[in-house]
């Protein structure tokens, strides 16, 4: 336990509060098939999540980006992926009791996503986390992404609360840059859709946490 008492707690969303390593693979499978001819391992995939449907987009077809046909196959991706949205995501195990123990405490809770709101919006919706969240930034919400800290701040300031005073999230490394330029208290988590090379340990964060129910239990301790 930290001696700061954190009025906010505020998530990134895919690998870190929701799994939605289902959905967005088996939109995958079909760019793998249709537009990319031969299936592919879906674990290599899924670690490449966090680097968005551009990266999956080449990773299935071979089509680079600046290829005619990479924005085209690109915007099927996300077609086939939204109707995908809220059918098979779960929150990680705890957090929905979680997000229900901040309100009973009088905190606040939100989430910041690289994920554009076409998105974010029904898959929250589908999850049924109780309160919703105070703040859902997305990209189309701000003028510079993660790791920029400026949707951190937006969150803030939608849930009322001094950046030190919060709590980020993240399981990629732009997510702690992000926090920490905005002044909040860090935490990656270990258990999201990490590279194998890639090591939360030195991605600068204040605290490192392995499994969904380490983070549940961290934040229980701070209310």
Not at 67 to 78: K, N, S
Not at 80 to 101: C, N
Not at 145 to 152: C, D, T, V
């Amino acid at each position: 336990m930290t001696d700061q008492t954190f009025k906010a707690f505020v998530f990134d969303l895919d690998g870190t509060l929701v799994d939605t390593a289902s959905e967005l693979l088996a939109a995958y499978r079909k760019l793998c098939c249709e537009l990319g001819g031969q299936e592919k391992p879906f674990d290599d995939a899924r670690k490449l999540i966090s680097y968005g449907s551009g990266r999956l987009v080449t990773e299935a077809t071979g089509v680079e980006e600046g290829d005619p046909r990479w924005e085209v196959y690109r915007a099927q991706y996300l077609d086939w992926y939204e109707a995908e949205l809220g059918t098979s995501a779960i929150p990680y195990d705890g957090l929905l009791d979680v997000v229900k123990r901040l309100d009973e405490a009088d905190r606040r809770w939100g989430v910041v996503t690289n994920k554009f709101r076409r998105f974010a919006d029904p898959l929250m919706t589908a999850m049924k986390f109780q309160p919703p969240a105070g703040s859902l930034v997305t990209p189309c919400d701000v003028t510079k992404a993660k790791p920029h800290p400026e949707p951190i701040l937006l969150a803030a300031t939608q849930l009322q609360v001094a950046p030190e005073e919060m709590v980020y999230v993240g399981d990629h490394i732009r997510d702690i840059q992000a926090g920490n330029a905005a002044g909040c208290f860090t935490i990656a988590v270990k258990y999201g859709y990490i590279e194998d090379h890639d090591d939360p340990d030195q991605w600068g964060a204040d605290l490192c946490v392995d499994t969904p129910q380490d983070l549940c239990q961290w934040i229980r301790k701070q209310l």
